[in-house]
């Protein structure tokens, strides 16, 4: 079981129920914003907007709010410009840091990551040092108490390629653009989804038995998560239930 994955599932816990979500919906608002400006305002044509509008919804975004970054997005209001942009590192133990942003200023965001990854005890890397660490999937959680091969069966009619047990839940892995039909037809069958998101999985992990050490990597994505350009921190530490339960107690 991969001890990031849990600690991704816990965070996504906390932030359902954190009730100061001002950071939260602003991170998700932006993400409309520039799915919008990159591929158009039509939800039906562009399957990356369809895809954060949901996560938008889901988060309780509220609606006129979501329309008026596809509008920005789409040129209709006027706004900030926001780009994309990644950042590649290393936190403690040689864990990979794969950072996703969205910057309306390149050098200033790329400072303030350097410097969380410095004063953390990471390490800033090289483009394309920890990429290829990562591969982008999608990703529908369901309750761990649905039946695995009921639920296996599910998303393997939609294009699914993996279910795995992670805590409890159940996560289907299936390619980025047919996450959306995989959700569908999981919600058609009649089972609740936990989760839906477009996201990257480590294709390799560094394992993690010491608690010291569990910690100064949480620190190093409490550090990044918490800057306002950063949307997504994915990393690659595996670690027991045990000593991950240890770290989440406190």
Not at 91 to 104: I, S
Not at 120 to 142: D, I, T, Y
Not at 217 to 241: A, P, W
Request: a negative charge; one cysteine or more; glycine letters at 8%.
């Amino acid at each position: 079981m991969s001890g990031h994955s849990k600690w991704a599932t816990t965070k996504h816990k906390k932030a359902q129920i954190d009730k100061t979500r001002g950071k939260l919906f602003a991170k998700l608002i932006r993400q409309v914003e520039v799915a919008a400006r990159e591929g158009g305002g039509d939800l039906e044509g562009n399957a990356t907007l369809r895809n954060m509008y949901q996560k938008a919804r889901d988060a309780s975004v509220p609606l006129d709010t979501i329309d008026r970054a596809i509008k920005r997005g789409t040129g209709e209001l006027e706004g900030v410009r926001y780009e994309p942009v990644a950042y590649e590192g290393y936190a403690q133990c040689g864990v990979a840091v794969y950072v996703e942003c969205l910057t309306d200023n390149r050098n200033r965001t790329g400072a303030e990551i350097k410097n969380i990854f410095s004063k953390s005890g990471g390490s800033l890397a090289e483009p394309g040092a920890v990429a290829w660490q990562f591969r982008r999937v999608g990703l529908v959680s369901v309750p761990a108490t649905i039946d695995e091969d009921e639920i296996t069966m599910a998303g393997a009619e939609a294009g699914a390629d993996d279910v795995i047990r992670v805590g409890d839940e159940w996560h289907i892995i299936c390619p980025p653009e047919l996450a959306t039909s995989v959700k569908k037809a999981v919600e058609d069958g009649g089972y609740a989804i936990n989760g839906f998101e477009i996201t990257m999985v480590p294709t390799s992990n560094v394992a993690i038995d010491d608690e010291a050490d569990l910690r100064k990597i949480i620190r190093t994505i409490d550090m990044l998560e918490d800057h306002d350009d950063v949307q997504n921190v994915f990393s690659n530490f595996d670690t027991t239930d045990e000593i991950m339960d240890k770290v989440l107690v406190d």
